[in-house]
């Protein structure tokens, strides 16, 4: 039996369904279109060969991960919430091309594949997103403008709090369920 679903611990799962051999997984949205991950937890009386089935279902969505379980509320924060939190990003820098004179669908264009984009070049290259960040710094240049702003508005803060918060929901729900 495959289970997702965010704050079900294994434990829980095996108590629950006694005599079923489950692997837990959280996928994540942009499974939807092929571009996902997934996290696999392989419980207790899985087979090497239904551990996986489970695995090649998941990878027609996208790649998978195979974890430990102590990692999956961290996982359903990162992962299972993270596309939210980009999507909000998106959001916010088509705001901020509207504000600044964009048509929104140009805006809007422009921040989906500025993130996109992004996301490849750390994704191609292998180089870090801080080592990226600083290719595209110059000394007195827009860019380093708008980062300070991000910087007295604590972006990478907010955005760090909003995994961490989003773990601690998973780790409350499983432990209100397995009561």
């Known amino acids: 039996m495959v289970w997702f679903a ?3 611990s294994l434990k829980c799962l095996q ?16 499974c939807l279109v092929g571009a996902g991950i997934t996290a696999l937890v392989k419980g207790r009386g ?13 990878k027609t969505v996208g790649e998978v991960v195979a974890v ?3 990692w999956m509320d961290a996982v359903t924060g990162l992962s299972g919430s993270g596309p939210a939190f980009v ?11 509207i504000a600044s004179g964009l048509p929104e ?19 191609k290259t292998g180089r870090s997103p801080r080592e990226l960040r600083e290719m595209v710094v110059s000394p007195g240049g827009t860019t380093i403008e708008g980062l300070l702003v991000m ?14 918060a989003a773990a601690e929901k998973s780790k409350i729900l499983s432990r209100r369920l397995e009561k």
């Open 6 to 8: 965010a704050g079900i």
């Open 15 to 30: 108590k629950k369904l006694p005599g079923f051999a489950v692997v837990r997984a959280m996928p994540n949205n942009p």
């Open 46 to 58: 899985v087979s090497r060969a239904q551990y996986q089935k489970a695995e090649a279902i998941f």
């Open 68 to 70: 430990p379980e102590k």
């Open 87 to 97: 999507y909000a990003v998106i959001e916010a820098l088509t705001k901020g091309g």
């Open 105 to 123: 669908k140009v805006a809007a264009k422009l921040a989906l594949l500025t993130v996109f984009g992004a996301a490849e070049t750390v994704r």
């Open 151 to 164: 910087d007295k508005f604590k972006v990478a803060e907010a955005l760090a709090r909003a995994v961490a």
